[in-house]
């Protein structure tokens, strides 16, 4: 059995450099300049279903919509607050990404932005 791609130690050697090379250029960054986007999720089946009332008291519970859908909201982050968010009625996928990006996050960018956003399939694509 041959190990994993990921626990060779070529592969690991250049991980460590990529990671040292990060270490020394980001203290070079400019704070205001960095743009994170990331995303977080929603199922509305995650509302409860039980709980607990005063007896006598009925329990109302609410669920988003109504519909038992996933949720998902969607942001750009800067050091002085959230630029572009948005919420997506299902789950991010590279067409809603790049819609997001040219229609909503690419208005807010400045000159000398850097963004940053994670490896997430919806987010590599040649757009």
């Not at 450099?17 to 203290?27: N, Y």
């Not at 996050?105 to 956003?117: A, E, H, K, N, Q």
């Amino acid at each position: 059995m041959s190990a994993s791609p990921r626990c060779q130690s070529g592969s690991r050697a250049a991980v460590a450099r990529k990671r040292a090379r990060w270490q020394a250029l980001k203290r070079h960054l400019d704070p205001d300049r960095l743009v994170f986007v990331d995303e977080t999720w929603i199922k509305t089946n995650m509302a409860p279903l039980r709980g607990w009332a005063q007896r006598g008291q009925r329990l109302k519970g609410y669920a988003p919509y109504g519909h038992w859908r996933t949720m998902t909201f969607l942001a750009a982050l800067r050091a002085d607050g959230i630029d572009s968010p948005c919420v997506f009625d299902g789950p991010i996928n590279t067409r809603c990404f790049q819609a997001w990006v040219n229609q909503e996050l690419v208005p807010t960018l400045r000159p000398g932005d850097i963004v940053i956003l994670d490896n997430l399939a919806s987010h590599n694509s040649d757009g």
